[in-house]
């Protein structure tokens, strides 16, 4: 009897530990069928118009430019971003409506170190298989959150840090728990290398509420390529990482309900915070919100839509369309020539108050030729302020040369040297406005002019030299 007692003494325990690991892995069985059940598997964007891509149909075409999110399927449904409802109809393509935005970040807990990259689309500088002169603007916030809603997967930041980001959120709705509609949507563009990030909403203390939810972002369904030039982000300016051009990476998107991390409708009303707990290899375009679930603090009363610009006849002409608008008092134009210095050229005024689509335009018409870069200061009644993402233009111009101008800086006079004038050529000097302040006739034969520039202020002028269609152009800056 004794030894049957001591064996049944010793056998119920192990069978206790078995059921304890029987149930652990099938917890964690669930949890990773749960994660699984939460990838996107089809996205759709505006590259070239029009880009669909899924883990069961991987589009031949591999984007190299900016491109917005339009649609991504999750759990069978195709929801719509809200950023163009109607390019999805016009192709045919059933859906859900949705409102999405990518969340705007509120801190970031690491700066860049030598291994931490802005990704952007290969065509994104203007310039195949190299790199930009001058490199485009190192500002890891911008790249996510830039984009029509924020939603650019064409632009992204590689291998941040180890650490933490923040996003401010308030106002959950309690109701849209566990309805099957994603709340949050998780972008991963690059090669996570087998790493997982950690997500978690947090109280206003930072102490979270609910669970941390951790993804091996390897894991997630692979969607489509893309081809990015990698520039590293803890130089300013910029230079592009050797060996990391034109290169193919893979995109990848998970979303999740609030029900995921353990938001129920006790502890809902708790959250001020959704937090990323970086691995070091975190490869993101933005991260995305459903705009009907949560509210987002916003630091200024205006939503842009879209910003856009093209080279039209030796002019760039910009639109913008804002979403809603809040008293917003007007827009401030800027214009660079390297994408790191800005000058205003216009004032466009607001509506000021309006829930519906509003339209704006403007017409630069002296750039210089080259690329141009262009960004709103968006100004509120009260002088606050915000800049919106900044686009690229390449200037068009009928004759690919400049005037050369010399001194350049100027005090009073300024050399001109341009084509040998025919008789019929006209030159001015515009301020950024595109104003004639100065102008001339080169005499006939000559192949240089000077041009006194005393009585102009202080500031950057645009001389322009030229007949007909062609023309030459040159900026010079009047100390």
């Known amino acids: ?132 002169n001058p490199p485009p603007i190192n500002d890891i916030y911008r790249y996510l959150t830039d984009g029509a809603r924020g939603m650019d997967i064409g632009t992204g930041v590689a291998n941040l840090p180890a650490g933490t980001i923040t996003f401010a959120v308030s106002d959950l709705q309690s109701t849209l728990i566990g309805d099957g509609i994603p709340d949050l949507l998780i972008t991963q563009i690059a090669d996570p290398s087998g790493s997982s990030d950690q ?24 969607l489509g390529q893309w081809i990015a030039d990698f520039y590293n982000a803890n130089t300013s300016p910029m230079f592009l990482s050797s060996g990391f051009t034109q290169t193919e990476r893979p995109l990848r998107l998970w979303a999740a309900d609030f029900s995921t991390f353990g938001i129920n409708a006790s502890n809902i009303n708790q959250i001020a915070y959704f937090r990323i707990r970086l691995s070091g290899n975190s490869d993101m375009a933005f991260v995305a919100y459903n705009n009907k679930s949560f509210t987002i603090p916003s630091s200024l009363p205006v939503e842009l839509n879209a910003f856009k610009g093209v080279s039209v006849q030796q002019s760039v002409q910009l639109d913008w369309q804002t979403a809603s608008e809040s008293t917003l008092a007007h827009f401030e134009v800027e214009y660079s020539q390297d994408g790191q210095q800005f000058t205003a050229i216009d004032r466009v ?73 025919n008789g019929t050529d006209r030159a001015v000097v515009c301020n950024l406005l595109g104003n004639v302040l100065v102008q001339w006739k080169p005499a006939t034969g000559s192949t240089q002019s000077t041009i006194n520039l005393e009585s102009l202020p ?9 007949r007909g269609e062609e023309q030459q152009t040159s900026m010079i800056l009047k100390k």
């Open 199 to 222: 997500y978690e909403f947090a109280d206003v203390n930072g102490v979270r509420v609910g669970n941390l939810v951790s993804i091996n972002l390897e894991t997630l369904s692979h």
């Open 349 to 421: 005024a607001a509506t000021g108050n309006s829930n519906t689509l509003r339209n704006y335009g403007f017409t630069h018409r002296t750039p210089a030729a080259g690329a141009a870069w262009y960004r709103l200061k968006q100004v509120d009644l009260d002088g606050r302020y915000t800049y919106s993402n900044t686009i690229r233009v390449a200037v068009q111009r009928n004759v690919n040369s400049k005037v050369h101008t010399f001194p350049n800086p100027v005090i009073n006079r300024v050399t001109v040297q341009h084509k040998r004038a």
């Open 1 to 132: 009897m004794p030894p049957r007692a001591k064996a049944i003494s010793v056998a119920f325990p192990h069978a206790f530990v078995w059921r304890r690991v029987l149930m652990t892995l099938l917890l964690a069985l669930a949890l990773f069928f749960s994660l699984k059940a939460q990838n996107v598997t089809e996205i759709i964007t505006d590259y070239n118009g029009y880009w669909k891509s899924g883990s069961s149909a991987i589009s031949a075409v591999k984007p190299d430019n900016s491109h917005n999110l339009v649609a991504f399927t999750y759990n069978g449904v195709r929801y719509s971003t809200g950023v163009n409802d109607a390019l999805l109809t016009t192709h045919g393509q059933a859906f859900t409506a949705g409102d999405y935005k990518a969340l705007p970040v509120q801190h970031i807990s690491v700066t860049a170190n030598a291994n931490t990259k802005i990704a952007l689309g290969a065509m994104y500088d203007g310039v195949f298989n190299g790199a930009s």
């Open 458 to 466: 202080t500031g950057t002028y645009v001389i322009v030299v030229g």
